[in-house]
């Protein structure tokens, strides 16, 4: 079996691939640096926008904090404790003999009318005629007019089994 020689470079061929090379390296080194920075400034980003969304919800939960305070406050302030005035103990009984004396409160209970003695039938609206449609019609009225006659046939075909 014949084998082909190796193929040999030149002395200028191996100076060039060796040029090639270098710069190949640099190109792959600068790309590196460039999707770390990239990486890094994608982190730095996504850390900022916490921080700041952080911010603003602390920011949200002491402004609710400082309602809720506030609100309490005045109602603290509405409830001023008011002294009672200690009179002598026979007008202290009198208020309690008038307080048992009262008595307990109802339950209001809502009636209903009562049902009328005649029963009296509603007449449904009488549909009108197709002729008395057309002779008035409308364009609106006759495209409702068919909608209804489309839908109320659905239904028959849908539920009418």
Known sequence: MDTKPKRVL??????????????????????????????ENEKYEKEKEKKIK?????????????LKNKREQEQKSKKVIKPKIIEPEEEEEEEEEEEEERPPPRKVISKQPPPPKTFERRQRPKEPTDEDLYSKANIEMLRARLYQQTRARLNNDLFGY
Request: charged share 50%; glycine share 0%.
């Open 10 to 39: 030149t002395e200028e061929q191996l100076k060039k691939l060796a040029i090639a090379r270098q710069k190949a390296n640099e190109v792959r080194k600068k790309n590196v640096e460039i999707k770390k920075f990239e990486t």
């Open 54 to 66: 952080e911010e603003k919800r602390d920011e949200a939960y002491n402004a609710i904090i400082e």
